[in-house]
């Protein structure tokens, strides 16, 4: 969103070979351990999208898949979470059919605006 602040949490410590935050970030929140930058990514999300991206990606999006189901079951408060690109459609299959995860939990869609645009019209974030 034009304006809006980007948050960036990095563990600089683990990731040795990246020169730091990328450009967009406008405020920095160093970690030093991976569990701790996931947590603390967790703690600060109202809402999750995952872009195309590799294992980390793949490790972020799951938990928050778990932090929904959990919260289903419990009766908390869910992060609303929506995963970009044919890659992570391929996940969701997986983990709602054959691992009987509940797909509710994880929306997905084909491009970054349809992504924005579902994050921004769920409850919770508004």
Do not use: K
Request: net charge negative; glycine share 14%.
């Amino acid at each position: 969103m034009a304006g809006g602040q980007v948050i960036g949490v990095t563990a600089p410590a683990l990731f040795v070979s990246r020169d730091g935050a990328n450009p967009h970030v406008t405020r920095e929140i160093t970690a030093s351990t991976l569990t701790e930058r996931i947590g603390t990514l967790m703690d600060l999300a109202t809402g999750v999208i995952a872009l195309p991206g590799s294992i980390g990606t793949a490790a972020e999006l799951l938990i928050a898949w778990n932090a929904n189901h959990i919260a289903r079951r419990n009766g908390g408060s869910r992060i609303p979470a929506v995963a970009v690109g044919e890659a992570w459609h391929q996940l969701w299959t997986l983990m709602s059919g054959r691992l009987g995860a509940f797909g509710g939990d994880v929306h997905t869609v084909a491009h970054a605006d349809e992504g924005l645009d579902w994050l921004l019209s769920q409850p919770e974030i508004g």
